[in-house]
């Protein structure tokens, strides 16, 4: 036997709680008799109450608030085998977590505000899978396409500025991780890629990279973080001190967002191209506007266990204790006052 809601259990605590009212009500009762009557009276007026009925009655009571929370528990066995059709559409979301992501023009920071937003779009599916590719001089597939919403936001808590130890930022490279992964992940008509970056590439083969991506059929979604005017990116020292990133000559490094070649990607693949704001991050108008409307495909078919409800067998008891425990009386057979 199985529960089907076992948190329910939590209100057993009633059942020790009705132990003590009762107990006490039994002393009350009797401190109320003694105040009532004399003493001489009370042990003739005590003969006519059957003690045994009255604990029949309590015990009633108790067995049935008890058989109430096990069918709130709902107790499962037996079972049935039942096909399971898994429907909805692959999205590969691409983050870039180069240096330049923890630039502040976004708060927390760039890849942080990411990581929040992710989630945000990830509440939003249902059946649909969901993998997850960072980047910054490579790319590196951190989750394979997964309908496990769980795992996948575990994985996307690690992510960080170190997840990939080559430094720089390649766009290429996480569009032929994408390609790489739909071929690993098999035959998908609508294939999504959403990349996630400051469009800041510094390693080039864009333009070949995103023929590549048209000729596997995926469409790219590009949201662009930060601002055009430039920030300066703060990193630790040795020491844990904050300091603003310095390229090799000495100077504070500026980072800002690069549209240009993320609104090109967009266009070619079929996508769209969104710029994130402080109000609005853009992956939610990118599911309205058009993974939403993407028609929904069978990945694949399971079987699974389907247990049977049997809550209504302990509240069929419960209903039938309490119906007989009023008719239980508490004198005993031939005697009245």
């Not at 505000?113 to 960072?134: F, N, P």
């Not at 844990?240 to 693949?269: C, H, P, S, W, Y």
Request: aromatic share 8%; net charge neutral.
């Amino acid at each position: 036997m199985m529960f089907g809601a076992p948190y329910m259990s939590v209100l057993l605590w009633i059942i020790p709680a009705m132990i003590v009212f009762y107990h006490f009500a039994a002393r009350g009762r009797r401190k109320a008799l003694e105040h009532f009557a004399d003493d001489k009276v009370l042990p003739e007026i005590l003969k006519t109450v059957d003690m045994r009925k009255r604990k029949i009655r309590t015990w009633m009571t108790g067995i049935a608030v008890s058989l109430v929370i096990v069918a709130l528990m709902r107790p499962q066995w037996g079972f049935t085998w039942q096909e399971v059709k898994q429907r909805g559409i692959d999205i590969l979301i691409a983050l870039d977590t180069s240096k330049s992501m923890l630039a502040e023009d976004v708060l927390p920071n760039r890849l942080e505000r990411s990581k929040l937003a992710i989630k945000d779009l990830v509440k939003k599916l249902h059946g649909d899978r969901v993998g997850l590719v960072t980047f910054s001089g490579t790319a590196f597939l951190q989750c394979p396409l997964t309908v496990d919403y769980d795992g996948f936001m575990l994985t996307l808590d690690d992510v960080d500025v170190f997840s990939i130890p080559v430094g720089g930022t390649s766009i290429s490279s996480a569009i032929y991780e994408a390609i790489e992964s739909y071929e690993e992940g098999g035959e998908s008509e609508d294939k999504v890629l959403i990349i996630i970056t400051d469009g800041e590439d510094l390693e080039g083969g864009i333009e070949r990279a995103v023929q590549a991506a048209k000729a596997a059929g995926i469409k790219i979604f590009c949201v662009g973080i930060g601002s055009t005017e430039g920030e300066l990116i703060p990193v630790k020292d040795e020491k844990g001190k904050t300091v603003f990133m310095k390229d090799r000559e000495g100077n504070v490094v500026k980072t800002r967002l690069v549209e240009e070649a993320l609104e090109e990607i967009a266009v070619q693949t079929g996508g769209m191209y969104v710029r994130s704001t402080g109000a609005e991050f853009g992956l939610d108008l990118i599911y309205e506007k058009e993974l939403s409307k993407i028609e929904k495909k069978d990945f694949k078919s399971r079987m699974e266990k389907r247990y049977h409800e049997r809550f209504q067998l302990p509240l069929v008891l419960a209903f039938l204790l309490l119906l007989a425990e009023p008719l239980i009386g508490d004198r005993k057979k031939g005697k009245t006052l």
